[in-house]
């Protein structure tokens, strides 16, 4: 392919807008939450309360509640609920009750007067559990008997739900994310909108289209790239996962450069050893793995910072190497061996060491922020092994000295 059919397609406009749109500042990836199922809850929660310091009044609540009957509307299985009820709720002045959590369920709009009641089961990453569906169905009804009730299983695509009775009784509606967001943009045309929800709002419009449904404007302008630059186009495609395994393997080697002639740990880099492991997989393109370890710390204690389908980093020592030392081991350890390492140990006194370790949960979208993220706590951890090191150390001396001690006075 000739360079310049790539190059065409770098100049174009459309090219241009979707870069600036891919990097815009996006503050739910920066706080670590664009994929926190409860952070999710909360936003709604706070929106579908009419109360709320947004000024919104009902507006969000009321686009909510209608979308159940408009065209478009998924119905999985139950009778639905009728556009005069709802309109009824949606009337001004309407009384309604908003929970999080409420008998498990992560949202609960009850509108007590009008005696009606909508349970909303959020999925952003999470599977479901056994029967969950079907649990919920049965504790709307049997909680809220003397009610007209619903429930709507909102995910980010919409999807069906493999564990609703659809001989309930309970109607049970899907919902996408793609749906929020478009009831959040119709709520920003609203002139009681205070300036710092509608601002908040765009930025969680945004989060949503970018990591959760797909932009239809960012599906736009890939659509204009493809028909006027397909073969480029597909090259890119194409060449994907051996740019991911470009960035990679130059990220990591160059950090492992680093850590041999820089102290970016805080130790003399000419007292560290360190190893490279890399093998391949489909899903997370390329496994890559530093293994770091200072000159005199027990055999077989590293630090290992990763790139599987996290980036990531923790201590550790290989069971077999563990076992030589039998009860002599001079570092705290793990009870248990590491998840998805099965021959592997903590070499911690940290709790939750199996999410502790991460860094990034997409490992392939790090960045140079990750990466620092990651050495200060390969630091951290080095530093912790250093110190009980020492006073291990410090220990077995004071006792060594006690004991001489002890036989002078005895003899």
């Not at 490279?276 to 710390?297: C, N, P, Q, V």
């Not at 090191?389 to 006792?399: F, G, I, K, R, V």
Request: with cysteine.
């Amino acid at each position: 392919m000739s360079l310049d059919v790539v190059e065409s397609l770098m100049r174009d406009s459309a090219f241009e807008e979707l870069t600036d749109y891919t990097h815009q500042f996006e503050p739910f990836k920066t706080l670590g939450i664009h994929r926190k199922e409860l952070v999710h809850s909360r936003i709604l929660a706070t929106f579908l309360n009419r109360n709320e310091s947004h000024k919104l009044g009902a507006d969000f609540l009321n686009a909510f509640v209608m979308a159940l009957v408009k065209p478009g509307a998924v119905l999985f299985s139950g009778e639905p609920l009728e556009p005069d009820e709802l309109s009824k709720v949606s009337a001004p002045s309407v009384h309604s009750q908003v929970y999080r959590e409420l008998y498990f369920i992560d949202l609960v709009i009850v509108f007590p007067r009008q005696r009606l009641v909508i349970g909303i089961e959020n999925k952003v990453d999470a599977g479901e559990q056994e029967d969950q569906i079907s649990r919920y169905q049965e504790t709307l009804r049997t909680r809220f008997a003397g009610f007209r009730q619903a429930l709507v299983f909102l995910t980010p695509d919409g999807r069906t739900p493999k564990t609703a009775n659809a001989q309930g009784g309970v109607p049970v509606y899907c919902m996408g994310y793609g749906q929020i967001a478009g009831m959040f943009r119709a709520c920003m045309a609203s002139p009681r909108l205070s300036a710092g929800a509608g601002a908040f709002i765009d930025q969680f419009v945004n989060h949503i289209e970018l990591h959760m449904t797909g932009n239809t404007r960012t599906q736009e302008l890939c659509w204009q790239l493809f028909s006027k630059n397909e073969a480029a186009y597909k090259e890119i495609v194409r060449q994907y996962r051996s740019c991911i395994e470009r960035k990679v393997v130059s990220a990591l080697s160059g950090l492992a450069d680093r850590l041999a002639s820089d102290s970016i740990l805080g130790v003399d880099p000419t007292q560290l050893q360190i190893e490279r492991e890399r093998s391949k997989d489909d899903k997370a393109i390329i496994f890559y793995s530093l293994h770091i370890r200072m000159i005199g710390w027990p055999e077989g204690v590293w630090v290992k910072i990763y790139k599987h389908n996290w980036l990531g980093v923790f201590p550790f020592i290989h069971e077999a190497d563990l076992a030589k030392f039998g009860p002599r081991f001079p570092l705290p350890v793990s009870a248990t061996t590491a998840r998805n390492w099965q021959e592997l140990r903590y070499v911690s006194a940290r709790s939750g060491m199996d999410e502790a370790r991460k860094v990034l949960g997409d490992g392939n979208e790090f960045t140079q922020d990750d990466l620092d993220i990651a050495l200060a706590l390969a630091a951290d951890y080095v530093r912790e092994i250093n110190e009980a090191l020492e006073l291990q150390l410090a220990d077995s001396a004071s006792s060594q000295a006690g004991g001489s001690l002890q036989k002078i006075i005895e003899g």
